[in-house]
């Protein structure tokens, strides 16, 4: 037998590294299970990018910053499987629980860092938020996390080395995704409400380590391209906006109640938890202040994404974990703080308990994506079937996935849906691509061609120069009539 921890520190610390194994263990089923439109989007445009197409140019186009580019990079350089990204999931997982138990145990100790690790583990899971998906806002969460970490540690040890590393994982937060910018928020109100005679000093520090990583980026996009760089991350949302370009089939408020009900089913008691928590710590002013900034900076990014997607929500986990722990300590009774913990947590047990008995088909439908992925997988063995490793293909109007599962490069830049509606000349290029003598050499149709242009113009060229070949799984094939 292994001797036990001597001290109340080595338990507390062994009792988060169990709470990590814990989370890793029920985030790996899910390795298996595919991956969403937007994870296979980003592995096509991480693979562009490796083969040397330049990051943002037409061959390599997103809307998202190079860190969580990188973060592709290095998990694909493991696998080129669907299950290597979901591993970049499970990983930040478990070192999310770990961080966020060393916030809890700095802002009111041990024994909360460990309550706070062990909720995390599980409610972090967040099936019906896409918890264990790779997304950019789950590796925001982590380097946000360490940035509140680092700079609750040099609260404690003054150590200014300390505000140097909160500020990199800071900046690193906005690299993952625009809206990660609650590291760099609750990072600057600890050192507010930490210092006086050298607040200044601390708050440049701070800054100059959030520069490193943001510099960087700035420096990549200036070097292939400010241009190009600066309206794929900013400047088309911002235009968007200034001409009333709209989606045309789903506004923000549809977004919202799209998600908000499903959402709420993992995150409602924790939201309601973290709202006792902070009343009943409402003398303690630092904890109080240092949540309320970061969930306020989490609703906010959640707010500035626009669409709504369930996966947006999970910048707030962390405050609401936290928050929530406080409102189990609250509570008098040790009975009452086991309901409570039960209760936090039941939503997603219930959930994943549920799927050990379930079909496999039941699985496909319940598991967020699965069926979706199995479908598309399908999908791109027919695409590959039908074209050589050289052809350019196009899928109408947003199956990102595809590309990369089909291993099929496509002709247009724009492969995700919501940017077609933004950008201005994102059907002037479409129409183009359809016309020109080079057009791809085969399309998927799953939305109607009119939805996407109300012109009429892809869908005439689209009969003109192609013919049906084969419908499957929702999707008709269409290959060159030339």
Not at 4 to 18: D, E, M, N, V, Y
Not at 233 to 247: H, K
């Amino acid at each position: 037998m292994l001797p036990r921890p001597s001290s109340p520190t080595a338990r507390a610390a062994l009792a988060i590294c169990g709470a990590a194994v814990v989370a890793a263990g029920l985030r790996l089923p899910f390795i298996w299970t595919g991956v969403s439109i937007d994870e296979g989007g980003f592995a096509y445009v991480t693979q562009q990018w490796a083969r040397g197409a330049r990051l943002y140019d037409d061959d390599a186009w997103i809307d998202r910053p190079q860190g969580l580019i990188l973060a592709y990079r290095m998990l694909l350089a493991i696998g080129d499987g669907q299950w290597t990204i979901r591993l970049g999931a499970v990983l930040t997982g478990l070192a999310l629980t770990v961080l966020i138990g060393l916030v809890g145990w700095l802002l009111l100790g041990r024994a909360y860092g460990v309550a706070a690790a062990a909720l995390y583990a599980v409610v972090g899971v967040a099936p019906h938020a896409e918890g264990f998906t790779f997304n950019g806002e789950l590796p925001a969460s982590l380097f946000a996390t360490a940035a509140v970490a680092a700079a609750l540690w040099w609260r404690r040890t003054r150590t200014i080395g300390w505000l140097l590393v909160a500020g990199v994982a800071a900046g690193a937060a906005l690299t993952m995704k625009q809206s990660g910018f609650d590291g760099l928020v609750v990072g600057l109100a600890v050192i507010v409400a930490s210092s006086a005679s050298r607040r200044l000093p601390n708050v440049a520090a701070f800054l100059a380590g959030a520069a490193v990583p943001l510099g960087a980026s700035a420096l990549h996009g200036a070097l292939t391209g400010w241009g190009r760089y600066w309206d794929a991350l900013v400047g088309y949302q911002i235009e968007a906006i200034v001409a009333g370009r709209v989606d045309k089939s789903h506004s923000r408020w549809d977004g919202f109640q799209d998600s908000i009900g499903s959402v709420a089913i993992d995150l409602g008691l924790p939201l309601l938890g973290a709202i006792v928590g902070l009343w009943a710590f409402r003398r303690r002013r630092f904890f109080v202040g240092v949540l309320a900034a970061w969930f306020f900076a989490a609703a906010v990014g959640v707010n500035l994404g626009g669409a709504y997607w369930p996966h947006y929500y999970l910048q707030a986990v962390p405050p609401l974990v936290l928050g929530s722990v406080a409102g189990v300590a609250a509570l008098s009774r040790r009975l009452w703080r086991a309901t409570a913990a039960v209760a936090l947590t039941a939503p997603v047990l219930v959930w994943l308990v549920a799927l050990i008995p379930a079909s496999a088909q039941q699985r496909q439908d319940t598991v967020p994506y699965y069926a979706r992925a199995l479908r598309d997988e399908r999908i791109a063995a027919a695409i590959e079937q039908r074209t050589r490793p050289a052809d350019r293909i196009y899928i109408l109007e947003a199956e990102a996935n595809i590309y990369w599962l089909a291993q099929r490069r496509t002709a247009y830049p724009y492969i995700w849906g919501k940017p077609i509606d933004k950008i201005a000349n994102a059907i002037p290029r479409l129409q183009d691509m359809f016309a020109a003598e080079d057009r791809p050499v085969l399309v998927g149709v799953q939305t109607p061609p009119d939805r996407v242009d109300d012109s009429g113009t892809v869908g005439r060229l689209l009969q003109t120069h192609y013919r049906p070949v084969q419908t499957l799984d929702g999707m008709t094939l269409y290959v060159r009539r030339d």
